[in-house]
């Protein structure tokens, strides 16, 4: 049952007399979800599905469902059957079954066919917009009695003695200067038994709680992707609904991990991105460009030509696996789908693995009444032995590429049957700008659109409300103008596919940090790859961001 009251919470010892903390109103719930990704939905839905008595709220700091949801996408629909048998009865407009598969080697000229891995193989799969999916989610489980709230974003856990007990949502009408404002609205307290992280790659309450709770001790580090995506119109007669097309090799360098997909779409459509490995060493990388490259490949162009942008958007990608997955439970709270890293990486697909830990999360509250033994239970489980069988195809891409799909053969003819478990390796390594030789790339001029990235935010329909405090913390923006320019040269200028960050004339003959927090599309690329830990992504006010409701 939902109670709602009003706390006035003891004056912070730092606080001014005279300037006492806001009161919040606080709700009371048996089950808080954080994120209305398809982990938390699922989870949602599952959990009154099996105790309809049960109080449960899914937080989402987007204005409206899907419009932070953002994937490639192709659905294995095995455990959304499982969820919502009757799913396929009123299906997302964008919803293609997979008939054919391709996969190509690049060169700056060429592409050259190659055999589709066994893991890679969509037949009977589905290529969705997950900004679609979702709202049909999130109106079963509202049908359930679930209380789906969007334009909450949960800041900061709540804690009861050495559990987590809920989460704060942000405040809104703060100022530039963080004071309350003439609109200004105290964010609630959601206090709950159990709480639920499903915010998705790299969430800021998951990169908190797992430093406070040392849930990746002893683990292999983390290792992300950075992804880009972009919905074309395409002349009549280029393409054939239910292709799904990837490629790796050029334009990247073959000591880096990364490549394409192409996902052809009814009426003249086409969803085509790249993803980049965010553990690249070469500090002058811009992921960003090597996505526009690939789009001017000849055999991209040939594609592409006389079509036009219709949406763009760029996000994370929890790439790591069965090593790099934090403990998933801690007193008080669980870690599900992206947040907790399930995605498999390999077989470049997430959205059924998210479906099966936010399933597998509800089983495991109803039936136990804590989360203590989530993580076993998981690991244990289907979704958890499908990472287990590919965990060492990603590390095995560190020695280059000829070496990587070597590994990856094996590996998949041995269904990971190996007796040694690959580490992965830290995002954070770079090297410096006098000691990294970087590669030749061969890029040449491009002519498909966008321009530029600023260009390409005009797609991604981002909207932050200027006047908010800026949500991208820089602890020590000096070291950005004076040893981060010597020792990298500012690669957060490169790396963000927004132009959030960018080195400006500070009037004095010397260069400062400028953030562009409006530009932000919410990607969290800053939050890994900054050489020195010194950003921090967080929260801005609850609905602003990029709108990805048709990728």
Request: charged content about 20%.
């Amino acid at each position: 049952m939902l109670v709602l009251r009003t706390r006035l919470y003891p004056q912070n010892p730092s606080m001014s007399p005279t300037n006492p903390p806001p009161a919040r109103d606080v709700m009371d719930y048996d089950v808080v979800i954080v994120g209305a990704g398809p982990a938390g939905l699922a989870c949602a839905i599952r959990l009154k599905q099996l105790d309809a008595s049960r109080s449960v709220c899914v937080l989402e700091k987007a204005a409206e469902v899907g419009s932070h949801a953002l994937s490639g996408a192709v659905l294995e629909p095995g455990p959304l059957d499982a969820l919502l048998p009757g799913w396929r009865e009123n299906l997302p407009s964008i919803c293609v079954p997979v008939l054919r598969d391709e996969l190509r080697l690049l060169s700056s000229t060429a592409a050259v066919r190659l055999p589709v891995p066994p893991q890679q193989h969509n037949r009977g799969n589905f290529i969705v917009s997950l900004g679609q999916l979702t709202p049909l989610l999130a109106q079963q489980a509202e049908a359930l009695g679930v209380d789906v709230l969007a334009g909450f974003a949960a800041s900061a856990p709540l804690f009861e003695e050495k559990a987590v007990a809920g989460v704060r949502v942000g405040d809104v009408g703060r100022d530039a200067d963080g004071n309350p404002g003439r609109d200004f609205a105290a964010g609630p307290d959601i206090r709950a038994r159990v709480t639920v992280i499903a915010e998705g790659c790299r969430g800021s309450l998951a990169k908190q709680l797992i430093a406070q709770y040392r849930l990746d001790a002893d683990r292999s580090p983390q290792t992300f992707a950075l992804g880009l995506k972009e919905l074309w119109q395409l002349p009549a007669g280029r393409v054939e609904p239910g292709l799904v097309e990837h490629s790796l090799g050029w334009p990247l360098h073959s000591s880096e991990y990364g490549g394409s997909f192409v996902y052809h779409l009814s009426d003249n459509q086409v969803y085509v991105g790249y993803i980049v490995g965010l553990d690249y060493l070469d500090p002058r990388m811009q992921p960003f460009e090597a996505f526009q490259q690939f789009k001017n490949h000849p055999h991209m162009r040939r594609l592409l030509e006389g079509g036009e942008i219709l949406a763009a958007g760029a996000r994370t990608i929890a790439a790591g696996g069965w090593q790099s997955c934090p403990q998933l439970d801690m007193p008080g709270a669980v870690l599900i789908g992206d947040a907790g890293g399930t995605l498999n990486f390999p077989k470049l697909k997430g959205i059924h693995q998210a479906i099966r830990c936010g399933m597998e999360a509800a089983a495991h509250i109803v039936e136990t009444g804590d989360t203590a033994g989530f993580d076993a239970r998981w690991r244990a489980s289907a979704g958890g032995q499908e990472l287990r069988k590919v965990r060492n195809i990603k590390p095995g891409f560190r020695k280059g590429l000829a070496w990587g799909l070597i590994n990856g053969a094996y590996e998949t003819l041995t269904a990971g049957l190996s007796p040694w478990t690959l580490r992965n390796h830290s995002n954070v390594t770079m090297g410096r700008l006098d000691s990294f030789d970087s590669p030749d790339r061969h890029w040449s001029s491009r002519v498909l659109p966008p321009r530029d990235r600023l260009a390409s935010v005009y797609f991604a329909q981002t909207s932050h409300n200027e006047a908010q405090p800026v949500h991208l913390h820089v602890t020590d923006t000096l070291r950005c103008a004076t040893q981060c320019a010597t020792e990298f040269g500012n690669p957060c200028t490169r790396f963000c596919p927004a132009s959030v960050y960018e080195m400006v004339d500070d009037g004095n003959g010397a260069k400062r940090l400028q953030i562009n927090a409006a530009n932000c599309v919410h990607c969290k690329a800053c939050d890994i790859k900054d050489p020195y830990g010194i950003i921090t992504w967080t929260t801005p006010e609850g609905g602003s961001g990029p709108n990805y409701s048709n990728l």
